[in-house]
Every structure is written in C-alpha cells, then in structure tokens.
C-alpha cells in the first residue's frame, strides 16, 4: 500500500468520507472507494440502517482473505473529468 495523505490519515468519515475519494464500487451494504491523492483503497459499510457508517481501509490485492472483501458490489462507470 501507498503511504497515506493528510485526509485519509484523518480517516474517512460519515456518509461523504473525504473530498478525494472516488467510488469505485457499488453493492448493496457496501461501496469501495479510491483516494484521488494517494491511492488508498477504502470500503465503506452501512450501520443502523443507513444512519451511521464504518470505514476500513483495505487491499484489494491481498493474498490473506482476512483483508480482502469478498463482495465489492458492482464496478460503477469511470466518469469523465478535467484532468482526464
């Protein structure tokens, strides 16, 4: 894993995590994201129906199953944007 930037040492928090994060995956109680500035791969899973919400930083290249999710849901599209 990369070293991490000042935002995602703070941690992703509540619903929006961090303005670098983009959402990589889509699943029904879980959505993956990627940090823009340093590459950090987090899963953000729901609790309490929708009220409150747990971050975890992951690997999605881990070889121990342990650290590495299962089911990410569904690869949303890559958008369009300035930097390309």
Do not use: Y
């Not at 990369?2 to 995602?8: D, K, L």
């Not at 983009?22 to 990627?34: H, I």
């Not at 899963?43 to 930083?57: I, V």
């Amino acid at each position: 894993m990369n070293p991490m930037c000042t935002a995602c040492i703070t941690g992703p928090a509540n619903i929006e995590g961090h303005n670098g994060l983009l959402a990589l995956t889509l699943g029904a109680e879980a959505v993956s994201f990627r940090c823009r500035q340093c590459n950090s791969t987090w899963l953000r899973t729901t609790l309490d129906r929708g009220s409150r919400f747990a971050w975890e930083r992951i690997d999605p290249n881990a070889k121990d199953d342990r650290q590495r999710p299962t089911h990410l849901g569904v690869p949303l599209p890559k958008r369009l944007t300035a930097d390309g």
